[in-house]
């Protein structure tokens, strides 16, 4: 999700929400500007989570959603 961050404490508050969310087992700030933020669980709700994000931190868009396929 690419999240509108201002401040240091606004990448805080973006990782306390993500990690709030059920079912996340990684939280983590990806880009050049440490805005995206990658969250990786079972049964997470992007919908949701972008929601919950727009309400606490900012502007959220969802980048992209996929299933983490694991090797054999």
């Known amino acids: 999700m690419k999240v509108q961050m201002n401040c ?4 805080t508050k973006a990782l ?3 990690a709030e969310a059920n079912g ?5 700030l990806e880009g050049a500007d440490k805005d ?3 969250v990786i669980g079972d049964g997470v709700d992007a ?3 972008a929601t919950t994000m727009r309400k606490k931190v900012g502007h ?3 980048i992209s959603v996929a299933e983490v396929k694991k090797g054999n």
Not at 8 to 11: R, T, V
Not at 24 to 28: A, I, K, L, M
């Open 24 to 28: 996340v087992n990684f939280v983590g």
């Open 8 to 11: 240091q404490k606004c990448q």
């Open 16 to 18: 306390t929400v993500g």
């Open 60 to 62: 959220t868009d969802i």
């Open 36 to 38: 995206k933020v990658v």
């Open 47 to 49: 919908a949701t989570l």
